[in-house]
């Protein structure tokens, strides 16, 4: 201080203990401090944590050949899912309701209500899962309705209702029961016509000809087809032999139309006899003696009138004839005959429909008729004529296939009328091709905001590995490929990829802050791990719930809730596990800071 100013004398007190420098503890506390500070344990605990995530986070950086194992065994295993899943318009539904329908002729309603339908109900009532029951009767035919909850197997509940049905005593002129239930799966999946011209296909001889290559050729060389449960066919006319009697005849030898009718069943029999042994070689006896021809019916013997035989051409007329027509189907205006071709439950409908083109051929009937209009009226073309000379070369020709051979052995057009797989897959191809299109839109979008087209690649990859990844589960679960399960991942297309966003810029931010690219991969994964799971977990959680909905809604948007959270699990795995692997191998091109 100068001698100006003086300043007054500064007394200086002895440092206190609590003024002093604390030492710096390296070990942590047993118990909190003055200021609340978490204690040595919650310490401890939260260093375990972060050692944990630590550990998982540089699983990924260190094994990069495990995780790209792991990651194509899944891919491949989709792949191969893929291909297997069963292709439907929508899901498989099927509603709780079964009629029980016995048929009693000649009787009124009051009389089916009281003999028929109250024993059926009182009889079926006790069956389990039963929600409400009734009954409407009608003249020579009584309707049980059974609804059932929508958790209850069909199947057991049939198998009940059978079960309980043969306990009932009906009377003696009313059929068996019959258990109707309506499922939308069971329709034909394609329909086919047999049709033909000419003179063999004239009036009722020539629809009886057609139901007969129906019957005989067509629907055996349909049925062995991998996936085809039943062909039935429809229309035409059904033959049967008809024995017309003559009644003056019948009162003159006084004879009944009921005895015709038990000897015509007595002479036309076919049963078993029993064994024969003959030392160790045993033969099986049967009684072969069915009718083969009209003759042999009109030989038969009824009974003997006046000391001679009375046979059937004595009194009356066989001849061939048809069933009484139920349904009657036309292709172009003209009668034909057709068949329908229905699935078995799991089978594919659009693979099994391409067999069933594969067997029927290609074939162009219309060149065909006019070929054969030209052959008719003496004219050969050159092509005809090199095509000779090449089969005559000893060239083997293309198999034949049904429809053509139809045509040369019968002279019948057999044509496919309806198929309902090609609906089908053009609406399951639309949908594909509107998900590829949408995951090609998500990709540029992502490559206009990071402007760096190693980044995006690496993003991009994401979405066909977890759509790959997605399809193993779906097939172990059942679930189809329809426009639902289609529709759910495309729906879960955009949202794939926020995930893989999100631990990529993470990465990109600690690679930002100075951290090596396997410390940047493994602290950047870590430090959002928490929040990316938390956001797929809330996006499940909406949809998720849509897969324990009852009804009809229930089984029309169950496949596509399970299909958004699968495909959102399989995105979230590749988000903390693929992205950090690939970014860590130095295939991006971070930015560096100045």
Known sequence: PSSEHPRAPTHLNPPSLHSLPRPIDLVPRSHKNDHGNPSGSQAAGTENSGAADSALSSFTTRRPVAITMVFVAAVVFGYFSYGRLPVNLMPEMSYPTITVRTEYPGSAPEEVEIDISRPVVEALGVVGGLRRISSISRAGVSDVVMEFTWDTDMSEAIQDSLEKLDLILLPNAAERPLILRFDPSLDPIMELSLS?????YEEEEGLRRLRRIADLQIKRSLEPIK????????????EEIHVLLDEEELRRTGLSIQTVIDRLGQEN??????????????YMVRTLNEYENLTQIEDTIVARFEGRDVRVRDIGTVRRAHKEREILTRT???ESVQLDIFKEADANIVALANRVREELGEFDLAKAKEEAERRGAGIVDEEDEEKDKEQGKGKPPPPAGLIEQTWDNEGAELALVADRSLFIESSINEVRNTAILGGLLAVLVLFF??????????????????????FAPLNLLGVSLNIMSLGGLALGIGMLVDSSIVVLESIFRCRQEGDSLETAANRGTSEVRGAVIASTLTTIAVFFPMVFVEGVAGQAFGDLGLAVVISLLAALVVALFLIPMLASRGGLKWAETK
């Open 269 to 282: 029999i076919n049963l078993a006899g029993g064994t024969l042994t003959e030392g160790r070689t045993e």
């Open 449 to 470: 905001f990071l402007q760096d087209l190693r980044t995006t690649t690496i993003i991009a990859i994401s979405i066909p590995i977890s759509l790959l990844v997605t």
């Open 227 to 238: 996936g085809v449960a039943a062909v039935r066919v429809r229309g035409g006319l059904e």
């Open 332 to 334: 172009n205006g003209q």
């Open 196 to 200: 033909g011209t000419g003179d063999r």
